[in-house]
């Protein structure tokens, strides 16, 4: 079972894209939705139109916002249909993974304000992997920590899990940096199959934007480059940390300072099989 955790920007629609690619089935995965880009019953609403257009009927559930938003809405290239029905609480969803007899793995692409309620409901012995995208140990602006996305959404949900003793790997923006799908691709996510067009236009949108501010012809998948470490981590290099996640009164929240410890159950992914990572998100799919 994979548990994946979406506040469901473009990459993470790429993320939950790729599933049937890779060999999932339906009833392989649950979906919990955080609110960050926009509210949770939106996102919630998006992840179910999502998996029906794509006829990958994984069930969705609604959990919480993050207390610090995000950008506000989704990008109007994301033409996802609403669902057929209502969403049900990611309380149902905890009730489901307490009876899995496991094991059960976890994804987190969004904020982490959902991933304590879905750790209490497991036991540890039932918990596999557990992947995240968030942070950045290296990459920074003008000297000061770089504070990514999801990490400054909600750091203090990101460090009581760092703190749970569990086994975690990291994908931080030093490894995604590295993996991108450049423009000239783009158009092949038509094999995407029926979301395929939908997927094109937002890429392209998003190309614009990655342009615009650092330069790179094509887009970054972040979402999607944490889904192949979680798959295939015998693919990535990662190394030991000690992780302090500056928490929202300082000015820089959720940005990492970081300490190498091979003790430590954080791994944190920052090289590997990059060249395959890229080939494998540029199509075809081979």
Not at 75 to 85: E, F, G, M, N
Not at 106 to 123: E, H, K
Not at 190 to 203: D, F, K, R, V, Y
Not at 257 to 277: C, H, M, N, Q, Y
Request: glycine share 8%; charged share 15%; net charge negative.
């Amino acid at each position: 079972m994979l548990v994946i955790d979406t506040d469901l920007y473009i990459d993470d629609v790429l993320c939950l894209a790729l599933l049937p690619y890779l060999g999932f089935a339906a009833d392989d995965v649950i979906i919990t939705t955080v609110g960050s880009y926009a509210p949770v019953t939106e996102t919630a609403n998006r992840a179910a139109g999502l998996v029906q257009a794509m006829a990958f009927p994984a069930p969705v559930f609604r959990g919480a916002d993050a207390p610090w938003k995000g950008l506000g809405e989704l990008p109007p290239s994301l033409a996802i249909p609403q669902p057929s029905a209502a969403i049900p609480s990611i309380h149902e969803a905890t009730a489901r993974l307490e009876s899995h007899p496991g094991p059960i793995d976890i994804l987190g692409i969004g904020p982490s304000t959902n991933l304590p309620l879905l750790f209490d409901a497991i036991a540890p012995s039932r918990i596999g992997r557990i992947t995240l995208m968030t942070g950045a140990i290296f990459d920074g602006h003008d000297g000061q920590p770089e504070a990514e996305f999801n990490a400054a959404r909600d750091p203090e949900a990101l460090q009581d899990i760092l703190r749970s003793g569990l086994p975690i790997t990291l994908v931080p923006l030093d490894l995604c940096n590295k993996v991108q799908i450049p423009a000239s691709r783009i158009p092949n996510l038509e094999q995407l199959g029926t979301i395929g067009p939908m997927l094109i236009s937002a890429h392209h949108a998003l190309r614009d934007e990655t342009w615009a501010q650092a330069m790179i012809d094509g887009v970054v998948p972040y979402d999607a480059v944490a889904l192949l470490v979680a798959l295939y981590p015998e693919r990535f290099l990662t190394a030991g940390m000690q992780i302090q996640v500056l928490d929202s009164s300082s000015p820089h929240p959720g940005a990492f300072v970081a300490e190498f410890d091979d003790t430590s159950p954080v791994r944190v992914a920052l090289g590997g099989d990059i060249k395959w990572a890229r080939k494998l998100l540029s199509f075809p799919m081979t």
